[in-house]
């Protein structure tokens, strides 16, 4: 049987485009998200996918996910958590509610997705794993406190299970994009003056676009070196590292 990995938010942009790239190089891919329709159609458009919608928040479900792939396929050498949101708010107008559901969206289902697929990779011999994080968990951002807080809990999360689990032939890392032009980035770019601000704010001068980072991922899924655990990797157009060219009139 060939590599076998799990994307989970798989319908959304970033994980869409993670999906068709695995998928050409010929993965076996359980393909999940909520969204039955999308995957569906999916799995009508490319090879060797296998539907399984699910509630990553869930803790029963995923479990029960786990224990269908681990049944199914015997194995499981991948794991791409491309789950997430996008809630803008100051912390003081943020609501308990708002912060709670941004944490379980983003961080405690990168901790189930982990933590059931985990075992099956041991036995099988070890595997890859690749969380998202954003870059808003390195700079202060206005209005990000809540997303700010979960991804950055992501880093963490992945730097301690790479440490956990280096010896047992399991990397974790993850990928920290700026802002994506993907379905959940829509309400952003939606009118000229919004979308302007979002690409001034980055140094290369425009927003990124969903093959940038599915083409990073795919890479630490199938060829990035076995010695790279542990990894926070800025796909950002330069936001969180360098300062943007002032520009001056002629």
């Known amino acids: 049987m060939s590599n076998v990995a799990w994307i989970t938010g798989a319908s959304g942009g970033i994980g869409r485009t993670v999906l068709e790239r695995l998928s050409a190089q010929g993965w076996t891919i359980i393909a999940s998200s909520r969204d039955r329709d999308t995957l569906e159609q999916l799995s009508s458009q490319l090879d060797n996918i296998y539907i399984l919608p699910v509630d990553v928040t869930d803790d029963i479900a995923m479990k029960d996910a786990a224990g269908q792939i681990k049944s199914e396929f015997g194995r499981l050498d991948a794991l791409v958590h491309a789950?997430?949101?996008?809630?803008?708010?100051?912390?003081?107008?943020?609501?308990?509610?708002?912060?709670?559901?941004?944490?379980?969206?983003?961080?405690?289902?990168?901790?189930?997705a982990m933590k059931y697929s985990v075992p099956i990779m041991m036995k099988s011999g070890g595997g890859r794993i690749v969380l998202f994080s954003t870059v808003a968990a390195k700079i202060g951002m206005p209005n990000h406190a809540s997303i700010s807080s979960a991804k950055a809990g992501i880093e963490g999360l992945a730097r301690s299970a790479a440490a956990d689990y280096a010896k047992r032939s399991i990397k974790v890392n993850v990928v920290a994009p700026?802002?994506?032009?993907?379905?959940?980035?829509?309400?952003?770019?939606?009118?000229?003056?919004?979308?302007?601000?979002?690409?001034?704010?980055?140094?290369?001068?425009?927003?990124?676009?969903?093959?940038?980072?599915?083409?990073?991922?795919?890479?630490?899924?199938?060829?990035?070196?076995?010695?790279?655990?542990?990894?926070?990797?800025?796909?950002?157009?330069?936001?969180?590292?360098?300062?943007?060219?002032?520009?001056r009139k002629p």
Do not use: K
């Open 83 to 112: 789950v997430g949101s996008i809630l803008l708010r100051p912390l003081h107008a943020t609501s308990v509610e708002q912060f709670q559901d941004t944490m379980s969206l983003n961080l405690t289902s990168a901790f189930l």
């Open 178 to 247: 700026g802002l994506v032009e993907t379905p959940l980035s829509q309400h952003l770019l939606s009118n000229e003056n919004s979308r302007s601000i979002s690409e001034n704010m980055h140094p290369m001068g425009r927003v990124g676009q969903p093959q940038e980072v599915g083409s990073l991922v795919s890479w630490l899924i199938s060829d990035a070196p076995d010695w790279m655990t542990g990894t926070v990797i800025p796909v950002d157009g330069g936001l969180g590292n360098i300062r943007s060219q002032e520009s």
